[in-house]
């Protein structure tokens, strides 16, 4: 199983951007996903989650601009990312756990995706 993040980049403060992180190879189901980010120095803190019943949660003041979702058909969760300040410039991570068979769960975690913002 991998996870592949991307829809990172540059961008002006005040603009937008939606993150993917997909999952490939084989396996039975995703279940709880999140979202963490790490700005340079700093220690990665938890963005967003969602469990596989799409209850969703936010970490700090993330809510007011970044939504977390999910499609689970094409195995994909998204964070869209409005309102951007330059305070946001980061890798961007995805983490799932991941059932591999009806009984087993692992987590997985993707590559990061740089987003750069611009003031």
């Known amino acids: 199983v991998q996870l592949q993040a991307s829809g990172g980049g540059l961008v002006q403060s005040g603009g937008s951007l939606r993150l993917s992180c997909e999952a490939s190879?084989?396996?039975?189901?995703?279940?709880?996903v999140e979202w963490y980010r790490r700005v340079s120095g700093k220690q990665r803190e938890l963005v967003a989650s969602?469990?596989?019943?799409?209850?969703?949660n936010y970490a700090g003041s993330f809510q007011d601009r970044f939504t977390i979702s999910r499609d689970d058909d094409k195995n994909t969760i998204y964070l869209q990312m409005n309102s951007l300040k330059p305070e946001d410039t980061a890798t961007y991570s995805c983490?799932?756990?991941?059932?591999?068979?009806?009984?087993?769960?692992?987590?997985?975690w993707g590559r990061g995706t740089l987003v750069t913002v611009s003031s």
């Open positions: 983490r799932a756990d991941v059932m591999v068979s009806r009984n087993y769960e692992y987590e997985y």
């Open positions: 190879g084989y396996f039975y189901r995703i279940n709880d």
């Open positions: 969602m469990t596989r019943g799409g209850t969703t």
